[in-house]
């Protein structure tokens, strides 16, 4: 289909399934999930900041309906949400801040990757064991452990009574006003710094250092998921980056999906909810280390290219400018049979990044909807809550 | 029809960008919601209320 804002022709389907497949990850985990779809909207056709442009406007739809859903279950709080707004815009501003000082340092990509991958294996790595903590309590003492609420460190952190200290109703905690603001800008300077929406390190945040349940932490970042959206899908389409048409498509998969996700949250407990988090955690950290070694692979031949053009008498100024030209780069791997593996393998690595990330998904949400449909069912037997 | 709508929309684009921005926000929140609700249709079809959220862990 032809996309008049952009001028590219990209596969519907295609769009419908990645906004579907994200929807119901998204409503589950209360995340956008802009670091899978921005990806693969770059890899259906869309040039990358339409891509990102794109995925911000379809975000406003799908956050709106799963806000709303979450809301009806009482699982968001909003005080909480607007605290945490307020010092994610700081955090954010900061962290972009930094990135742009790294730019200048020439250190930005890798840095950022890294920083991406370890933030991502540490959460995955010690969501795994609580889970298998908990597990084992559950083993050992007959009992279901449904949920964990808060950690050692929002324990901790709950008793420092540095004033003015606010009581959240909906999440049953009373804390400093100014660890919320903390966490809000520490998870805004995570979320700038990287690009990101944030909410793969919001939602952990909001549990593990400000002490809300799980199912809270979901719908209070979904919450402000729907805020920075609408901000940044009103923003993105003033500047023309936002394709209405891609944005409609994705919507269509993306709303059902985000709502079909929500609702399976009532069939979940917390703690497997926290064990599916780990997965899609630790699958993305693998796709984002797919991701860098095609760029070392890209480095490689681009730093062998500058090598070569240099020894050719042409200046580094020139030689930048050479490299920045695509069919210059092609003219170049041609004559060169180690440049072309390296060019070959670069694009390898890419694609494998963004087919882990494509299958992360689809995986991930086949399970969930596969819990909602057997939590539907079951309920329908047990006839407990119907008409309720 | 399609081509209309794509001179419509090229129209209000370059025009009018403010305008472009707002309808994308206001298409985007309408269209989300209109497909929320009907999820939620067919969901309570199926006998779930899904106006009280209630603790009925399957696991």
């Known amino acids: 289909m032809y996309m008049p804002v952009s001028g590219e022709t990209v596969a519907v389907l295609p769009l419908i399934m990645i906004g579907f497949f994200v929807g119901v990850i998204g409503g589950f985990f209360g995340i956008g999930g802009a670091f899978i779809i921005t990806p693969a909207l770059n890899i259906f056709g869309f040039p990358m900041i339409y891509a990102v442009g794109t995925d911000m406007a379809h975000m406003i739809g799908k956050s709106t309906v799963s806000t709303f859903r979450h809301w009806k279950f009482g699982h968001v709080d909003v005080v909480l949400a607007l605290l945490m707004i307020a010092g994610t815009a700081v955090g954010i501003e900061i962290g972009a801040r930094t990135v742009i000082w790294l730019t200048v340092l020439g250190m930005a990509e890798t840095f950022m990757r890294f920083i991406f991958i370890l933030i991502l294996w540490t959460m995955g790595i010690y969501m795994f064991w609580e889970y298998y903590y908990t597990n084992r309590i559950s083993m050992t003492e007959h009992r279901i452990v449904k949920d964990v609420a808060g950690s050692r460190l929002s324990s901790l952190l709950q008793t420092l009574n540095i004033p003015p200290v606010i009581t959240l109703k909906r999440s049953g905690i009373r804390i400093s006003l100014w660890i919320i603001l903390l966490v809000g800008v520490l998870t805004g300077f995570v979320a700038g710094f990287l690009g990101v929406g944030g909410g793969f390190v919001r939602m952990p945040a909001l549990m593990y250092v400000i002490g809300v349940p799980m199912k809270l932490a979901v719908g209070t970042d979904l919450f402000q998921i729907l805020v920075s959206g609408t901000y940044g899908g009103f923003t993105y389409s003033l500047k023309g980056y936002v394709d209405i048409y891609g944005a409609i498509i994705m919507l269509v998969g993306g709303a059902a999906g985000a709502q079909l996700g929500t609702i399976a949250t009532r069939y979940v407990f917390g703690t497997k909810m926290r064990l599916y988090f780990a997965i899609c955690l630790c699958g993305s950290a693998l796709g984002v280390m797919a991701k860098q070694i095609s760029f070392y692979k890209q480095q490689a031949y681009l730093s062998a290219m500058k090598g070569y053009l240099a020894a050719q008498g042409i200046d580094p100024g020139q030689a930048a400018e050479v490299l920045k030209n695509e069919e210059k780069v092609s003219a170049l791997l041609a004559a060169n049979p180690v440049w072309q593996q390296l060019a070959a393998d670069e694009k390898l690595w890419n694609a494998l990044g963004g087919v882990m990330m494509l299958g992360l998904a689809a995986g991930l949400s086949a399970i969930i909807i596969s819990k909602c449909i057997i939590g539907i069912i079951v309920e329908k037997k047990r006839g407990v809550v119907l008409g309720a | ?59």
């Open chain 2, 1 to 59: 029809m399609m081509e209309w709508l794509n001179n419509m929309v090229l129209l209000v684009f370059n025009d009018a960008r403010v305008v472009y921005a707002g309808a994308v926000v206001v298409i985007m929140a309408g269209l989300g919601t209109l497909i929320g609700l009907s999820v939620d249709f067919l969901v309570k079809a199926l006998g779930v209320n899904l106006d009280r959220y209630t603790d009925n862990h399957t696991g």
